[in-house]
């Protein structure tokens, strides 16, 4: 049953069980751990009564407005003279879904023109994201 000691020598094999225990720990990990990581920018989101959560796939970019001003593709800083070019580059070429994120604190005219470029890259569906509405008690 163990290892034998003929005139061949040592038997060396390899025991690949520990290996594989780690590994499916690891995997467990981080398929617990991946959906709890949240991409992007701080930004206080408006609220409204009908919400449904961003999809969870990579078919899709965050443009996010912060209460500065400053303009994010996903976790990237991006130049309100040079967002046309990523969104064609980035959101039209390979098809993906454009969400829109700004802080409630952002002036609309900002929203607006930032909303004016997406429109002259050519992108014609876009999502908006807010909060849901939180339902006070009624006592």
Same mark, same amino acid.
């Given at each position: 049953?163990?290892?034998?000691?003929?005139? &061949?020598? $040592?038997? +060396? %094999?390899?025991?690949?069980?520990?290996?594989? *225990?780690?590994?499916?720990?690891?995997?467990?990990?981080? $398929?617990?751990?991946? #959906?709890?990581?949240?991409?992007?920018? %701080?930004?206080?989101?408006?609220?409204? &009564?009908?919400?449904?959560?961003? #999809?969870?796939?990579?078919?899709?970019? /965050?443009?996010?407005?912060? *209460?500065?001003? %400053?303009?994010?593709?996903?976790?990237?800083? !991006?130049?309100?003279?040079?967002?046309?070019?990523?969104? %064609? @580059?980035?959101?039209?070429?390979?098809?993906?879904?454009?969400?829109? &994120? +700004?802080? @409630?604190?952002? #002036?609309?005219?900002?929203?607006? &023109? /930032? $909303?004016?470029?997406?429109?002259? +890259?050519?992108?014609?569906?876009?999502?908006?994201? +807010?909060? #849901? !509405?939180?339902?006070?008690?009624?006592?």
């Amino acid at each position: 049953m163990g290892m034998s000691t003929n005139n &061949r020598g $040592m038997l +060396a %094999e390899i025991n690949v069980t520990p290996f594989v *225990d780690v590994m499916l720990v690891l995997l467990i990990i981080f $398929m617990v751990t991946a #959906p709890l990581m949240t991409q992007g920018v %701080e930004v206080d989101l408006p609220q409204t &009564r009908t919400v449904r959560s961003l #999809p969870q796939d990579n078919e899709h970019l /965050v443009l996010s407005i912060n *209460d500065k001003g %400053e303009i994010y593709l996903d976790e990237y800083k !991006v130049e309100f003279n040079e967002l046309q070019g990523h969104l %064609e @580059k980035l959101v039209k070429k390979q098809n993906k879904m454009l969400f829109l &994120r +700004a802080d @409630k604190s952002v #002036p609309y005219g900002d929203v607006v &023109r /930032v $909303m004016g470029e997406i429109k002259a +890259a050519g992108i014609d569906r876009m999502g908006v994201v +807010a909060e #849901p !509405v939180e339902q006070k008690s009624i006592k």
